[in-house]
């Protein structure tokens, strides 16, 4: 059996470092051959279990090619679809029709290097596709003609939310969401949101979680008279990290005799931003110590919890699915404080850290730090936070069952792949008009 799984970059850099905990679910499997196809290779790549193969013929494009698939979608009956419901949704602008040709202009494309490599290599029987973006679409034109016998999809976060991008528009996604043999989302409120925005049939729906390693051994905490806040994320507004910023102002000004150490794990555009807002805002605070020390390895991550003590991890986004931090934190028993947005609430509660509002200001977090720091059932919360990680997100289990269905979907005779109704599959209906 022949699976290809399309990825962002992984194993190139940077991101989908959490594509590591799954990747060698894949290797154990003796009944299929499995190949690495990313979007991105730039840089050495990670090291990969034996086993998976890494074909970077998916990355490679040359200034020609790009202007002719260009030409191409400009004229086709996808592009034209999509300005149809650019219009209906009142979303059209400048930027919204380029996004739209460039993506039809990539799924053509992708969909063409995906023939290539099937004619090199043969039909790929599941074609997996990490992002449920212009690689997933361009899997389905490629199904069409015979290069690909099914495809699936997760959806993430970044690949979900219409808020997270520029005018809420994610590109061609309603053409192509009754498409895939399934979809895989994280959480049940993301299966409602996929169905309430995009109109996805149900029944090709499944909620699979991601998971995490349990961890060798728990976190310990601060010693009294010391806290050590820890966050984790990229540097983008959408995580909201100076609100984090004023809520340790706050509880530091509240608890002048409490030692404070804040840790950002984490690289982006907006670090330096942060850096000088922490700078102007913490510095003249007598017990705040701030730390940045940028993108590190999963596998560093993951050692750092247990190597240096760790109160509770922050997290503050507008946007997330089911973070994958905050899984790895808790694992090590580390509480966790983040809003109720996404999926967060199937991971978080006050019974393991503090459950936030969807949009806490600098004093809901600050609040919730003190509690989960000071307040009687600390120690309970640290165990509860393991709990819930090896109940529902451990990794052995999630992606041991979530690969082999996905093999299982590959064998022969399995049911025929979705086709896209009349018109090819343009399912706007009342999605379009929410």
Same mark, same amino acid.
């Given at each position: 059996? !022949? ?72 004229? #086709? ?54 992002? !449920? ?23 993430? /976060? ?27 989302? *994280? #959480?049940?409120?993301?299966? #409602? ?47 909201? *990290? ?14 002048? /005799? ?28 007598? !017990? ?18 247990? !190597? ?127």
């Amino acid at each position: 059996m !022949n699976i290809a799984i399309l990825t962002n970059a992984y194993p190139y850099l940077p991101g989908e470092q959490f594509i590591e905990d799954e990747i060698g679910y894949w290797a154990a499997q003796t009944d299929a051959s499995v190949t690495l196809l990313p979007a991105l290779a730039a840089g050495a790549p990670r090291p990969v279990p034996a086993g998976i193969a890494v074909d970077p013929c998916m990355a490679h494009s040359i200034r020609f090619a790009r202007l002719w698939f260009a030409l191409l979608a400009l004229g #086709s009956a996808l592009f034209r679809r999509e300005l149809g419901y650019l219009w209906r949704a009142r979303k059209t602008h400048p930027h919204t029709v380029a996004r739209a040709l460039l993506h039809t202009s990539k799924v053509f494309e992708q969909a063409a290097q995906l023939r290539r490599y099937a004619r090199a290599h043969g039909r790929i029987d599941v074609a997996y596709c990490y992002w !449920n973006e212009t690689q997933a679409y361009a899997a389905v034109l490629a199904r069409k003609s015979g290069a690909v016998r099914k495809v699936v999809s997760r959806a993430h /976060g970044y690949d979900l939310y219409e808020a997270r991008r520029r005018h809420g528009y994610m590109p061609l996604k309603r053409q192509f969401i009754a498409c895939y043999d399934a979809i895989f989302v *994280l #959480s049940g409120e993301a299966r #409602s949101y996929l169905r309430q925005t995009y109109g996805a049939p149900p029944e090709n729906i499944r909620v699979c979680p991601l998971g995490v390693p349990l961890a060798a051994a728990l976190a310990r905490p601060s010693q009294a008279g010391h806290l050590h806040v820890v966050s984790v994320s990229f540097c983008l507004p959408v995580k909201r *990290l100076d609100k984090i910023v004023d809520a340790i102002g706050l509880l530091a000004r509240h608890h002048p /005799g409490v030692g404070m150490t804040w840790t950002h794990i984490g690289n982006g555009p907006l670090l330096q931003e942060i850096q000088s807002l922490a700078l102007a805002k913490l510095a003249s605070l007598g !017990n705040v110590v701030c730390s940045f020390p940028g993108e590190l390895p999963n596998h560093a991550v993951k050692a750092y919890y247990l !190597n240096v003590p760790v109160d509770m991890l922050v997290n503050a986004s507008e946007s997330e699915g089911v973070p994958v931090s905050i899984m790895e934190a808790m694992s090590a028993g580390v509480p966790a404080i983040a809003p109720d947005v996404g999926g967060i609430s199937s991971l978080v509660s006050d019974r393991c850290g503090a459950l936030l509002g969807p949009c806490p200001d600098a004093r809901e977090i600050a609040g919730a730090m003190e509690r989960v720091a000071f307040a009687d059932g600390r120690d309970e919360r640290r165990t509860q936070a393991r709990r819930v990680i090896e109940a529902r997100f451990d990794a052995a289990r999630n992606y041991r069952d979530f690969v082999a269905g996905i093999v299982a979907m590959g064998a022969p005779g399995d049911r025929q792949p979705a086709q896209p109704p009349a018109r090819a599959a343009y399912r706007i209906g009342q999605a379009a008009r929410r």
